[in-house]
């Protein structure tokens, strides 16, 4: 070994200085390679704004080509899941997003059994995983299970609805419920405090539990601190993130941790808007009145900020509270039935399936053609015979 190549491989770091300082670095790496999923379930009446507000929160149109059924055809509509599934990429971050749409939802005049196939198809996931989970190629398994959903409440009555109530205790065992306000925008700020304090009333006097904001811990990496404060204090004139000196000014004026401003909120008062418009010289995304204009990216206006910083910020703990406490719930209830988990069909990738069916074109070419000669060899030796005395 020549010494030229020792010496290129000198300790570049510090003496005593190991390495495995840099495991967090290598993980961030892996997963920005491959990337993440995120399911999202909107459940709430027809003409909400759900749709709106999905699109407004991710800047994506998820719906190109919806039609939106008259009123003859929600008389007979049934509730149906529409899943729609859409690849964005920011800064090199690649997220695999699922919308799953709830239409007909509350449409019927009987609404006693229009929660079903929401559980259902809630349940469907968790069994599709827990049976992917329990087969030979583990490598591939797609993630579809529900990590959020958002109860959207009507903001026309007084608190929740029957139905609201209903569905709430039927899935709050199963996903993590967000309550959200929509169309926060035809009432006043004393209005949404009132309903905000009702609808919490209501969800505590009949036992639903609702997603719980995770506190802030005092040793929190400072990182991470100046991500949730730069979303939250979000300046919507410049568009641009706020400082950080300037951002630990607004903390110690206000004095209220980001993360109780955020569990304040609940439930979030929201409106949607997809169309840009010109305010002050400046382009914002709102909606236009007579009166003037509702910014939705306006702290003032409604909660759309808050709502976004939460999910943005508590995207993994949605996942982990999925997978550690509604999952392993699911599974232990599944398994202490004693009914064994189907069998899984392997699904390998195309190009090894592609491969394995042209081996297996290959022998049957081959065994056809061992019995031809087999064959013939028979033939011949038949004849042979025959000629012999």
Not at 58 to 66: G, Q
């Amino acid at each position: 070994m020549s010494s030229d190549s020792i010496k290129s491989f000198n300790n570049v770091e510090s003496p005593g200085f190991v390495g495995f300082a840099n495991l967090p670095n290598q993980v961030h790496r892996k997963s920005v390679k491959k990337g993440f999923e995120f399911t999202l379930m909107v459940v709430g009446e027809s003409g909400l704004g759900k749709s709106t507000l999905v699109n407004s929160l991710f800047l994506t149109d998820l719906y190109p080509e919806r039609t939106i059924p008259d009123a003859i055809a929600k008389t007979k509509q049934t509730v149906k899941l529409d899943a729609s599934t859409v690849e964005i990429e920011e800064r090199g971050v690649k997220l695999r997003l699922t919308v799953v749409d709830t239409p007909g939802f509350g449409d019927a005049i009987d609404n006693s059994d229009s929660f079903r196939a929401i559980i259902q198809y809630i349940d469907e996931q968790y069994e599709r995983f827990l049976k992917d989970e329990s087969g030979l190629n583990r490598r591939h398994i797609i993630d579809n299970r529900v990590h959020c959903c958002f109860y959207f409440v009507s903001p026309f009555g007084h608190g929740l609805k029957p139905l609201d109530i209903e569905l709430m205790k039927k899935l709050h065992n199963k996903v993590n419920i967000v309550p959200v306000i929509a169309k926060s925008d035809v009432l006043t700020k004393k209005e949404i405090q009132k309903l905000k304090k009702r609808i919490l009333e209501e969800i505590n006097a009949n036992g639903i539990k609702i997603y719980p904001l995770p506190d802030c811990d005092s040793d929190e990496d400072e990182d991470y601190k100046e991500q949730v404060l730069n979303n939250f204090l979000f300046n919507y004139e410049n568009k641009t993130k706020i400082n950080y000196k300037i951002t630990k000014m607004f903390t110690k004026l206000l004095c209220i941790p980001k993360v109780k401003q955020l569990k304040e909120a609940v439930p979030f008062a929201v409106c949607g808007a997809n169309q840009l418009l010109e305010v002050r010289g400046k382009k914002v995304r709102g909606r236009f009145y007579p009166w003037g204009v509702v910014e939705v990216e306006n702290p003032e206006h409604c909660d759309f900020i808050k709502l976004r910083t939460m999910l943005i910020t508590h995207m993994q703990d949605l996942q982990e509270v999925t997978q550690e406490v509604h999952y392993e719930n699911y599974r232990s209830e599944r398994l202490a039935k004693g009914v064994p988990v189907p069998k899984r069909t392997t699904s390998l990738p195309e190009h090894e399936k592609n491969s394995g069916s042209e081996k297996d074109r290959i022998l049957q070419e081959k065994e056809a053609e061992l019995k031809r000669m087999q064959d013939v060899i028979a033939k011949m030796q038949a004849q042979i015979q025959q000629q012999t005395p």
